[in-house]
């Protein structure tokens, strides 16, 4: 029986242990050496105004919300092709989500769809790049401009993406990172915010500072005191040392996903099938290589392959279920997105991860290609 190919495997190696033991020998848990030096690596990495590390990209959402100061009768447009985190965090302050439909060729948010829901309601477009490829940032900063809205961009697929020569998380007001373990970098439960506009940099470090001035402490300043709405957002230092691992090796990690992506789209490119697509990526920017991606032409075929490659012992899954027809979704839009249907219906995730084998690989292209070859 061939060996299991597992979907996704984080990426561990033995200095991990090294720095998670710094830290508990240190017997410092927060607010700590890591977490600083996190922050200092990725803003410069991005080259971004301001960087916190979070406790995970839904808190990133979070505090941007907080920062624009979203509230009741507020709308903002999102794809409903999401995680729910995107979609909570307008729902926390109160204010409305508004679901946009997709691009079917790689699955971001839609220009012409996102245009037409714009309304005097509207403050705030969140962009998610899916599968760590950009979207069209010129065109929705057009939007931004011309109906003076704030742009957000949801990264937890993309850090170290890029739009033409501006990283990802750096071309909105605000940018959202995730660092979970099924992401590129893993921290645990770790993420990140970017922000890139100097006026909410003050207020971000009360927020983050559960609505304290602590961080402003000098040495005239003996205590700190309440000053604004906030919680407990910053990353704990355990997470932290985990991901400084993982960031001083990123090079070797990003270089093994885009082989491993680039393996896959030069040989299933010369697949001559009628039976799916693959989600692209625009060359002209750099793309975080974190999902390669079929689309099926209907959720009968798409079954199918699920069910061909698992009796190959070859994990592979869809994605998300939208927002705009979820049981809670519904209750917000009951509009037909065409192109989001159909990428629900069609879209599997191929296995890509920094371990995956050379052989192991070759397998899961040969099984497409035996798929592609059987009678539906």
Wanted: proline share 2%; glycine share 4%.
């Amino acid at each position: 029986m061939a060996k299991k190919i597992e979907f996704n495997k984080p990426f561990t190696s033995n200095n991990d242990s090294k720095y998670i033991n710094i830290v508990l020998k240190n017997k410092k848990f927060a607010d700590g050496y890591f977490q600083k030096k996190c922050e200092q690596i990725i803003k410069t990495k991005i080259n971004s105004k301001f960087v916190a590390l979070t406790q995970n990209c839904t808190s990133a959402l979070e505090i941007s919300m907080i920062l624009i100061n979203l509230q009741k009768g507020d709308e903002v447009i999102m794809p409903s092709y999401t995680f729910t985190s995107t979609a909570n965090a307008v729902l926390l302050r109160g204010a409305k989500p508004v679901f946009a439909d997709v691009n079917l060729y790689d699955a971001n948010l839609s220009y012409q769809s996102v245009k037409k829901k714009i309304n005097k309601k509207t403050k705030a477009i969140i962009v998610v790049h899916y599968a760590g490829n950009s979207c069209d940032m010129s065109r929705f900063l057009e939007l931004k401009k011309k109906y003076n809205l704030f742009l957000i961009e949801d990264c937890a697929h993309s850090f170290m993406g890029k739009y033409k020569n501006s990283h990802l998380g750096t071309i909105g007001d605000f940018g959202a990172f995730s660092f979970h373990e099924t992401k590129n970098l893993v921290g645990g439960q770790c993420g990140a915010i970017s922000i890139n506009n100097h006026n909410f940099i003050k207020r971000a470090k009360i927020i983050l500072d559960k609505g304290t001035d602590r961080a402003f402490i000098g040495n005239k300043k003996r205590y700190y005191s309440w000053k604004d709405i906030g919680s407990e957002f910053r990353s704990a230092e355990l997470p932290a040392a985990l991901l400084y691992s993982q960031l001083i090796k990123f090079n070797e990690i990003n270089k093994k996903r885009e082989n491993i992506y680039k393996i896959y789209k030069k040989n299933i490119d010369l697949i001559e099938n009628k039976k799916f697509d693959v989600i692209k990526n625009d060359p002209k920017n750099k793309s975080a290589y974190h999902v390669f991606a079929l689309l099926f032409k209907n959720i009968k075929i798409r079954e199918k392959f699920i069910y061909h490659m698992k009796k190959k012992h070859i994990s592979c899954f869809f994605h998300y279920y939208p927002l705009h027809i979820s049981s809670f979704g519904k209750k917000f839009s009951r509009t037909n997105m065409k192109n989001t249907n159909r990428i629900y219906n069609g879209l599997v995730r191929l296995p890509i991860y920094p371990s995956l084998k050379k052989t192991e690989i070759i397998r899961v292209i040969k099984e497409v290609e035996r798929f592609n070859l059987m009678k539906i």
